[in-house]
């Protein structure tokens, strides 16, 4: 008999707690103080920051780009106007010389 109650208190107390952790772990759910949600929240920040940093890096990357890219780009369409002006020029004579021909 003595058996029989020990078996009987043990299985009370172990269907309490295993009520209690249920009714705790169904109440705490979502929140960011769970283990679990914590983790996957402090993931996703760490995510956003390596994100925000990439971005960044990106933007200054193209902004050198293009820094570099118009200090090519200006001198060479500057020599390009003037030589366009210069066969401008050059059409402009030999129309006046076909003229008083």
């Given at each position: 008999?003595?058996?029989?109650?020990?078996?009987?208190?043990?299985?009370?107390?172990?269907?309490?707690?295993?009520?209690?952790?249920?009714?705790?772990?169904?109440?705490?759910?979502?929140?960011?103080?769970?283990?679990?949600?914590?983790?996957?929240?402090?993931?996703?920040q760490?995510?956003?920051?390596?994100?925000?940093?990439?971005?960044?890096?990106?933007?200054?990357?193209?902004?050198?780009?293009?820094?570099?890219?118009?200090?090519?780009?200006?001198?060479?369409?500057?020599?390009?106007?003037?030589?366009?002006?210069?066969?401008?020029?050059?059409?402009?004579?030999?129309?006046?010389?076909?003229?008083r021909?």
């Amino acid at each position: 008999m003595g058996l029989i109650t020990a078996l009987i208190g043990a299985a009370g107390l172990l269907a309490g707690g295993l009520v209690t952790w249920l009714s705790t772990r169904r109440t705490s759910s979502g929140k960011i103080g769970t283990s679990e949600a914590a983790v996957l929240w402090e993931q996703a920040q760490v995510m956003r920051a390596e994100l925000v940093a990439q971005r960044d890096k990106a933007m200054e990357q193209r902004d050198r780009l293009i820094d570099a890219q118009a200090a090519q780009i200006i001198p060479a369409l500057a020599a390009v106007t003037e030589s366009l002006q210069q066969i401008t020029g050059s059409l402009a004579r030999l129309e006046q010389r076909d003229e008083r021909s």
